[in-house]
């Protein structure tokens, strides 16, 4: 199994500082991965990300020149928002100035006020991702490529530099119900939901397993990504969250999510301070990773 680091580029911590700090002490503590969020603006009055949010792609733009080996992934940019054309020269000329350290996390969507904001038909962005999946691969994999479709129509064009991962850097599936495990057993490289137990995990790898069937795919090769709160604590969170509380009790929610099918476990370490999630990353590094 493999472990990540969700990056401030929203919430309580969002800065320069603390994105530099986590990325870098991410990468010094031996963790396999740091990931960016997405969102461009925000309605009026939402909760749970607070008012400053860094753009992803920019960040992890930044993230890459900080550090030399980490994974570089997001979790997930919200694929309609943006030109296919344009977000993807932007992933591969990250993965080029990464030396080929691009995971490519996407999802549909799911606030209305903010495609409303943005010009994007909100009841279209499910065909529009699906589309949009199959220009990012073509861009990906063709320097002078073409596609015809509902949403994106070019041809006679060069595209290049082409990513630096080959065949293309992986493109995983966010979200965590039926629709987000047919994508990803359809178009994608792997599953990444968000928040779920390790039972929801296990019925989720269940269905991928059977949709992957139907695709005429397995799951070699294809990863599942769980994004997860993170807390070391004296206080027991309860069995749907494994990962909040002591050391030990974290141990064996990490096994649990083994178990279950998770090949990449995200984190999002909760804390106080600034100074408390690194030292959350530390323990974790230190005193959990060794033992599972």
Avoid: C
Avoid at 159 to 176: D, T
Avoid at 208 to 226: A, H, Q, S, T
Wanted: hydrophobic share 40%.
């Amino acid at each position: 199994m493999k472990f990540g680091v969700a990056l401030p580029n929203f919430g309580k911590f969002a800065g320069t500082e603390s994105i530099r700090k986590i990325s870098v002490g991410a990468e010094s503590l031996g963790f396999d991965s740091v990931w960016v969020s997405d969102h461009i603006v925000l309605p009026k009055g939402h909760q749970g990300f607070g008012r400053v949010f860094y753009e992803p792609l920019v960040t992890l733009s930044y993230v890459a020149a900080l550090t030399s080996r980490v994974a570089l992934g997001t979790s997930v940019l919200v694929l309609p928002y943006r030109n296919p054309l344009v977000l993807g020269k932007m992933l591969a000329t990250i993965d080029v100035l990464s030396s080929g350290r691009l995971i490519v996390g996407v999802g549909v969507g799911h606030l209305e006020g903010e495609f409303h904001a943005l010009g994007v038909p909100f009841e279209k962005r499910g065909a529009v991702t699906d589309e949009y999946i199959e220009v990012l691969k073509t861009l990906f994999t063709n320097p002078e490529p073409s596609f015809q479709g509902r949403h994106a129509n070019f041809d006679g064009i060069v595209f290049e530099p082409l990513p630096e991962q080959k065949p293309r850097p992986p493109i995983l599936v966010g979200g965590g119900g039926g629709r987000a495990i047919e994508r990803a057993a359809r178009a994608g490289d792997g599953w990444h939901p968000v928040g779920l137990s390790p039972a929801q995990v296990r019925d989720g790898v269940a269905y991928l397993i059977d949709r992957l069937e139907k695709e005429g795919r397995g799951l070699e090769g294809f990863g599942v990504y769980l994004r997860k709160n993170l807390e070391i604590t004296d206080e027991d969170k309860g069995e749907d969250e494994p990962l909040r509380g002591s050391v030990e009790k974290i141990t064996s929610g990490i096994a649990l999510y083994a178990e279950a099918g998770v090949t990449h476990v995200i984190f999002q370490p909760l804390s106080g301070t600034l100074d408390g999630v690194l030292e959350t990353m530390g323990v974790f590094a230190r005193d959990i990773r060794v033992e599972v």
